[in-house]
């Protein structure tokens, strides 16, 4: 089993930064998915980036391009989120999840084996 545990969120007004990170208690999976999602009130669960740990590539929510970074450190089993020129639809509680079970092809459906308890992330305006 693995336990994913996020930190890094909070509030910050728009046009501010966050680092969101998740520590992994264990290596997961090589050559599956890291990603990062968020689900703010009313609204469905959305993937907004993931890492595919084979060959590094990632991939971004449109509505993130340009701004949000997901990045990993292998040793310390971390994987991170840098969030940059935040707006107020950004606000919505953070995600971490590993290990891909099917649907590979599509990263950001929630077919993960493992997630985390989540992290807030707030912008005003």
């Known amino acids: 089993q693995v336990k994913l545990v996020e930190s890094g969120g909070g509030s910050v007004q728009a046009g501010g930064s966050l680092r969101l990170a998740c520590v992994a208690s264990?290596?997961?999976?090589?050559?599956?998915?890291i990603a990062w999602f968020r689900q703010a009130p009313g609204k469905a669960r959305e993937g907004v980036a993931a890492l595919y740990t084979g060959g590094g590539s990632t991939y971004y929510a449109d509505s993130v391009k340009g701004r949000f970074t997901i990045s990993q450190d292998n040793t310390d089993k971390t994987v991170y989120l840098q969030m940059n020129s935040l707006r107020p639809e950004d606000t919505a509680m953070y995600y971490c999840a590993a290990n891909k079970l099917k649907n590979y092809a599509r990263p950001f459906t929630s077919e993960y084996q493992y997630w985390g308890q989540g992290t807030q992330v707030s912008v005003s305006s």
């Open positions: 264990k290596y997961t999976s090589a050559n599956n998915f």
